[in-house]
């Protein structure tokens, strides 16, 4: 799983790079198979404006299921890249769900009514075929 860092606006820290990286292997190493490629940009919302806004954006790049895509603002960017990783681990959870569900029903075009669906208990007498 390859991580790219970028920072838009202003200079990004080792320390800062590091805390990404790190968080993000953390969340997606259960599903480290399935991820090509995260990239992640840092900036300032404002711009040169000024404002203490600032924005992580993450994009992780799913083998055979789409690109899940996050992004957050707040004042404190390490805060932001926590919640920000947070929601990326649970995005690509489901988007691995919504892509393992789509091949399920694509190779089951044909679907059973569950077993007990035809039970006796379900239904009155008077649907058995039996006189009231």
Request: glycine share 6%; aromatic share 6%; hydrophobic share 35%.
């Amino acid at each position: 799983m390859r991580v790219s860092v970028q920072s838009m606006g202003f200079p990004a820290t080792p320390a800062l790079i590091d805390h990404a990286d790190r968080r993000l292997r953390f969340v997606l190493t259960r599903h480290s198979d399935r991820v090509q490629r995260v990239a992640v940009r840092l900036g300032d919302e404002n711009g040169p404006r000024g404002g203490v806004d600032k924005f992580c954006q993450i994009q992780v790049y799913l083998v055979d299921a789409h690109v899940a895509f996050v992004r957050d603002i707040g004042t404190d960017l390490y805060d932001v890249i926590e919640r920000a990783t947070d929601r990326a681990g649970r995005a690509v959870v489901k988007h691995l769900d919504q892509s393992r569900m789509g091949r399920r029903t694509a190779h089951n075009k044909v679907t059973q009514p569950p077993p007990h669906a035809f039970d006796d208990a379900t239904y009155p007498t008077q649907f058995k075929g039996e006189n009231t």
